[in-house]
């Protein structure tokens, strides 16, 4: 086990969650339900779920696309989709 790898993507992952839609969506459901756990147990499987197509569909980009090459293309459409939300296209 990579424990830095595996350090350096729970931080990452931990600060972005924070505030987000996802989270969002969870405090309503449980304030709607008040069933918390049900709640914390179907929103786990759904970010594990959506967090292992990301891993199986990263993995097969890299074997398509050089490491270097996918870092400045994924670089370049974070910005581009940042410049067209702050002119609210998306």
Request: charged share 10%.
């Amino acid at each position: 086990m990579d424990w830095k790898v595996l350090g350096a993507t729970f931080a990452l992952l931990f600060v972005a969650e924070l505030g987000d839609k996802t989270q969002l969506a969870v405090i309503n459901m449980t304030a709607k339900h008040q069933k918390p756990w049900p709640v914390f147990a179907g929103a786990v499987l759904a970010l594990a779920a959506v967090t292992l197509l990301g891993v199986l569909g990263g993995e097969a980009i890299t074997r398509l696309v050089p490491g270097p090459i996918l870092q400045k293309v994924s670089a370049v459409l974070f910005v581009v989709l940042g410049i067209l939300m702050w002119f609210g296209i998306l």
